[in-house]
């Protein structure tokens, strides 16, 4: 039974009382984190809070939670589920809708809903092993948006994106921007490696400013190699040495075979390898001073 918390209280999940004229559920009016959690902990918390306050200020959505109180909230819904290992969803809304949709005083404050939910890591770990597929989606995304930089909950082209490949037999969509560049997969930052290089796009190409993203090129660096965010065409991920996702859920996940046609020999490689050995170790030297805590 899930319990969530909802506007100052936990509650569990049936007896959530939303309000049906809150502006997330009529327009998509909100925002939202997801962070992965082991051992009770959330992880790099700091960098998604920060994040989470960006995008609210991006948006004009009141906020004013400290991240001391954010984090103790999000461990109580932890511990009120019993999870250890999970993934923790903050949404934040604009609220009650109003006498019209623009944004005016009448709006109450916004709505805060935190939940915690159980990661399938056996079910990641196996498609790490073997890497992921994707599918170019035909519809572009637009990276011109003010909105292509903030995670909203107005998401139904991510999640058409993602519905589209998951029916053809694939693992993640491909977004291309409207100039036909690489921005993003549908849930996830994408990069290659060429030459020595890690490339991804840049946020000016429409990519989501990631948290997984971000970490990445600051171990790239540690493992010496080059760290680069350029403008890139379907065929720079074709012809890649190796290509590989990332969001903070399943870390560093391999990139085997995009449409029909395989990437480099087909498997997961090295360089996705490293990178991901090299995120674990930083986990754990995040988890190191909690545990004697």
Not at 30 to 40: A, H
Not at 56 to 72: F, T
Not at 243 to 261: G, K, Q, S, Y
Request: hydrophobic share 40%; proline share 4%; charged share 25%.
């Amino acid at each position: 039974m899930t319990i969530l918390y909802l506007n100052g209280k936990f509650v569990e999940q049936q007896d959530a009382a939303l309000d049906p004229l809150d502006r997330g559920v009529l327009l998509g009016d909100g925002i939202f984190e997801t962070i992965r959690c082991e051992e009770g902990q959330l992880l790099f918390h700091s960098a998604h809070f920060a994040r989470l306050g960006r995008n609210a200020r991006i948006m004009e959505i009141p906020w004013n939670v400290h991240s001391e109180e954010l984090l103790q909230i999000c461990q109580q819904c932890l511990d009120a589920n019993q999870l250890d290992s999970a993934r923790i969803r903050i949404t934040l809304t604009r609220g009650e809708l109003g006498s019209s949709p623009e944004i005016n005083a009448s709006a109450t404050a916004p709505t805060l809903i935190i939940s915690a939910h159980a990661i399938n890591q056996r079910m990641i770990d196996e498609s790490r092993e073997r890497g992921w597929t994707a599918r170019i989606v035909q519809f572009p995304l637009n990276h011109r948006s003010p909105l292509s930089e903030v995670k909203s909950t107005s998401y139904q082209e991510r999640l058409l994106a993602r519905m589209v490949a998951k029916r053809d037999g694939y693992d993640e969509g491909v977004m291309l921007n409207t100039d036909g560049l690489l921005a993003e997969g549908a849930m996830t930052n994408i990069f290659i490696a060429r030459s020595g290089k890690i490339l991804t796009p840049p946020v000016e190409d429409g990519a989501l400013p990631g948290i997984m993203r971000l970490r990445l090129g600051m171990i790239s660096a540690r493992l010496g190699f080059l760290y680069s965010e350029e403008s890139l065409t379907a065929y720079d991920l074709l012809t890649a040495d190796e290509a590989f996702f990332t969001n903070a859920i399943i870390e560093v996940m391999p990139l085997v075979r995009l449409d029909d046609n395989v990437i480099a020999d087909g498997k997961p490689g090295l360089v996705s390898r490293r990178l991901q050995e090299e995120n674990r170790r930083d986990v754990a030297a995040f988890l190191a001073p909690l545990r004697r805590g």
